[in-house]
């Protein structure tokens, strides 16, 4: 069982940066592959970036290219999402997720939120305009 526990959350500006933690609760943290999603109000959750095992593949939806970074610290068991330039639709409950995609660059399967077994409780996002 491996428990995730986002933090870093919480209620910016427009255009103003923020930095997500996931921290998980195993010795097999390299082996996943991890994700964040987000799911605002009356929407149904999306991929917003995946990184793999190792660091080396790293994953974006279109609406967060190059505003987004994702990255790990296999040695702290934390998944990082640096968030810059944010935007009102922005807004939205972020999620931590842990998936055995091994080697996988299949970017239908990462993307997949079927394809994680292991999700945190969420943190708020909220960004006003």
């Known amino acids: 069982q491996v428990q995730l526990v986002e933090s870093g959350g919480g209620l910016v500006q427009a255009g103003a940066s923020l930095r997500l933690s996931c921290a998980a609760s195993?010795?097999?943290?390299?082996?996943?592959?991890m994700g964040w999603f987000r799911q605002a109000p009356g929407k149904e959750r999306e991929f917003v970036a995946a990184i793999s095992w190792s660091g080396g593949s790293k994953f974006y939806a279109d609406s967060v290219k190059d505003r987004f970074i994702i990255t790990r610290d296999n040695a702290k068991d934390t998944v990082y999402l640096q968030m810059n330039s944010l935007k009102a639709e922005d807004t939205a409950v972020y999620y931590c997720?842990?998936?055995?995609?091994?080697?996988?660059?299949?970017?239908?399967?990462?993307?997949?939120?079927?394809?994680?077994?292991?999700w945190g409780q969420g943190t708020q996002v909220t960004v006003s305009s």
């Open positions: 195993t010795r097999a943290f390299n082996w996943y592959t």
């Open positions: 997720a842990a998936g055995s995609l091994g080697a996988s660059r299949n970017s239908a399967r990462i993307s997949s939120s079927n394809e994680y077994e292991y």
